[in-house]
């Protein structure tokens, strides 16, 4: 009996998330004196280096193919490898496949799992966040397949030399996707909002969109994504995608840099779930202050080149 | 074409949150609730297709206790056409998307549309759900929906960009800005809706897998360090030193 976890791939490689997932099944398995089984959706270069992370075994697809069944072929592992949990990490891809694999299944589906997994007795407890991060809810798991949804940076992995055993399968056939796609067209920026270590936005306060080389170079520097408020999306100076918050993007990096915005509490429930928060706001009694870590009052047109300048040096 | 929407009793985006009763129960003193911010979207999307076409009909549909009538009676003066309400607290993902797909089955829709998620629980997935379990297709979160002849054109959001999609119906949809413009209630929307049926249905059972033991709010946070912005370095020594994010 083991711990499922199946996780996503990118450019040939795991996916950041993939390594969360396995580090909370690893963290789950040791507790419950389990094994990890990861289930890879795609190719990578390397598919035993998951061990590192605490997988025993990995299950590669000998010719990967999205067309595929992949909800009957998890579906027949979880069957035959005797699974009673399933980890994925959150993104649209997974949390497609982990409700459509929950409805086949009769199991039970949690999404927003924002910490490590508690024990009582041998019953599991997880956290789930809920109200766009202004609150938790805590609940025990009683069905005898559990399918959990884990957001990012929950904990940090026990890396290890050790190497998955890695076993090659094949994928069934069974039901196609009777949607036609008729292309993606990726967003300009090259660093993705959601899996950004470090998120630099601008508000109101930056006064207008062409002031924005302040935001991107600043950007540039860090390595880090770009984001805006509402009021910056909705006026048209930034695009919708950028937008952070309640009804928009939801972020979660180690550091998120906020400038010009004053801190509405719909602002605050998409970057709350982030480590550290810098507000760089010109007004001392901006809200966003309560919730930062840092905070410069000052002119951000005066301090976001002086900070760009000192990080380029250091 | 036969539309249902289904929409959330939500708290308003503004609201604080807290809980009572040791941490047992959401605190819904002077809160106020609104339609779920993305399923009005949908809404606004359902009646702008009904117009364009002159012909259709919109059901709304919730699951919630009878509090949650009014925010039903809401929708029917934005211009949906009748109500129902699943008699039951929503308690899990599960048990919502099950009492949906039966009300479809039992009543024959071609498109069911809700937002991408709730604002209260954030679940994201009841769209899927609802469509795995009458074996229809789900696409989601969609930005863009038109209708032509009997193909459906969507943009979906996918990481870091955007996807188009074709399909047929019968389909299920999850919703988000900027499929739709918001409708504001005119006077004889508002004057209908107390006339327009809202008709209360029992839910069906469904084993929940769970059990709630508490909820919480997050812990404040510690202070604000506050750095003068003639000193800078000492905020990049932190950054390096403490948040660890330069390397």
């Known amino acids: 009996m083991s711990i499922l976890v199946v996780v996503e791939t990118q450019d040939n490689e795991y996916k950041k998330s993939a390594y969360d997932a396995v580090a909370y099944a690893a963290d789950l398995a040791k507790k419950l004196s389990k094994s990890v089984t990861t289930f890879v959706l795609g190719e990578v270069a390397n598919p035993e280096t998951i061990g590192n992370y605490g997988s025993e075994k990995v299950f590669i697809a000998e010719n990967w193919d999205e067309k595929k069944d992949i909800v009957l072929t998890i579906t027949q592992m979880i069957s035959e490898e005797k699974i009673e949990t399933v980890v994925f990490a959150k993104s649209p891809v997974s949390e497609t496949l982990a409700a459509r694999i929950s409805v086949k299944t009769q199991s039970y589906l949690a999404t927003n799992i924002c910490s490590i997994p508690e024990l009582s007795g041998s019953i599991i407890k997880i956290k789930k966040s809920i109200y766009t991060g202004k609150g938790f809810i805590v609940e025990e798991l009683h069905s005898g397949l559990n399918i959990l949804v884990i957001k990012k940076n929950i904990l940090q992995a026990q890396l290890s030399d050790k190497l998955a055993q890695k076993q090659v399968i094949k994928l069934a056939e069974g039901k196609t996707s009777k949607l036609v796609s008729k292309g993606i067209t990726k967003a300009t920026g090259d660093i993705l909002l959601t899996d950004a270590q470090i998120v630099v936005s601008g508000g109101r306060g930056m006064k207008g969109p062409e002031n924005w080389a302040l935001i991107e170079d600043l950007a540039k520097t860090l390595g880090a994504a770009t984001g805006c408020s509402k009021p910056v999306s909705d006026m048209d100076w930034r695009p919708h995608h950028e937008h952070v918050g309640q009804t928009g993007v939801k972020v979660a990096p180690t550091l998120y840099i906020a400038a010009g915005i004053s801190g509405a509490i719909q602002h605050l429930a998409g970057v709350n779930s982030s480590k550290f928060i810098l507000v760089i706001n010109k007004d001392p009694e901006a809200p966003f202050f309560k919730a930062a870590d840092y905070g410069v009052v000052g002119d951000l047109f005066e301090v976001l080149p002086k900070l760009n300048a000192l990080l380029k040096s250091a | ?247």
């Open chain 2, 1 to 247: 074409m036969k539309i249902l929407v289904c929409i959330t009793h939500v708290p308003d985006t503004t609201s604080k949150i807290t809980f009572i009763e040791n941490n047992s129960k959401f605190n819904s003193a002077g809160v106020q609730f609104i339609i779920g911010p993305y399923d009005e979207y949908a809404l606004s999307k359902a009646i702008d297709i009904r117009d364009k076409q002159g012909v259709g009909e919109i059901t709304v549909l919730n699951v919630g206790t009878s509090e949650t009538e009014n925010t039903l009676r809401k929708a029917l003066a934005i211009g949906a056409d009748k109500a129902v309400r699943v008699d039951s607290e929503p308690i899990s993902s599960i048990f919502t998307a099950t009492q949906i797909s039966n009300f479809v089955k039992n009543n024959s829709f071609d498109l069911v549309l809700m937002g991408r998620e709730s604002i209260d629980f954030n679940g994201g997935i009841v769209h899927t759900l609802v469509a795995e379990m009458l074996d229809w297709e789900c696409v989601n979160p969609i930005m863009k929906l038109d209708i032509v002849g009997d193909k459906l054109l969507m943009t979906k959001e996918v990481d870091g960009g955007k996807e188009e999609i074709e399909a047929n119906l019968p389909l299920v949809l999850g919703c988000q800005e900027p499929i739709a413009e918001w409708k504001i209630p005119s006077m004889k929307g508002i004057m209908s809706s107390r006339t327009k049926p809202l008709v209360v249905i029992d839910p069906i059972p469904v084993s929940i897998g769970s059990k709630v033991l508490a909820f919480e709010v997050p812990q404040p946070k510690s202070g604000c360090k506050m750095i003068d912005p003639s000193n800078l370095e000492q905020l990049v020594e932190l950054l390096k030193n403490e948040a660890k994010v330069l390397n």
